[in-house]
């Protein structure tokens, strides 16, 4: 069983920033790779980054220069920090765990919704 909570969500006014958390943990033998997408009503599931394990990052071009991922690989962690946020950019982030359990396998979150207010 493989579990990825997120946290750190909220209620943030428009320039300010925001750090997501995602932490993968159960039976897991390596974390291959971890990303955040986001969600609004209505709308598809979109990548907002990823990054793997050896560290190789992909942007969504909507934040490209605003946000930054990250991860601590000995912690099955990672993270995201939102700088200069936009309203734009409210929705429900949800993190996906790439793992090795030894099948490659992936896990969604439950989702931490953000909020960006005007």
Do not use: H
């Amino acid at each position: 069983q493989v579990r990825v909570v997120e946290s750190g969500g909220g209620l943030v006014q428009a320039g300010g920033s925001l750090r997501l958390s995602c932490v993968a943990s159960g039976s897991i033998v390596s974390v291959v790779a971890m990303g955040w997408y986001r969600q609004v009503p209505g709308k598809q599931r979109d990548l907002v980054a990823s990054i793997t394990s050896t560290g190789r990052t992909t942007y969504a071009e909507s934040v490209k220069g605003r946000f930054t991922i990250s991860r601590d690989n000995a912690a099955n962690a990672a993270y995201l920090q939102m700088n200069s946020v936009k309203p734009d950019d409210t929705a429900k982030y949800y993190c996906k765990a790439s793992v090795l359990t030894p099948r490659l396998e992936e896990y969604w979150g439950q989702g931490t919704q953000v909020t960006i207010s005007s």
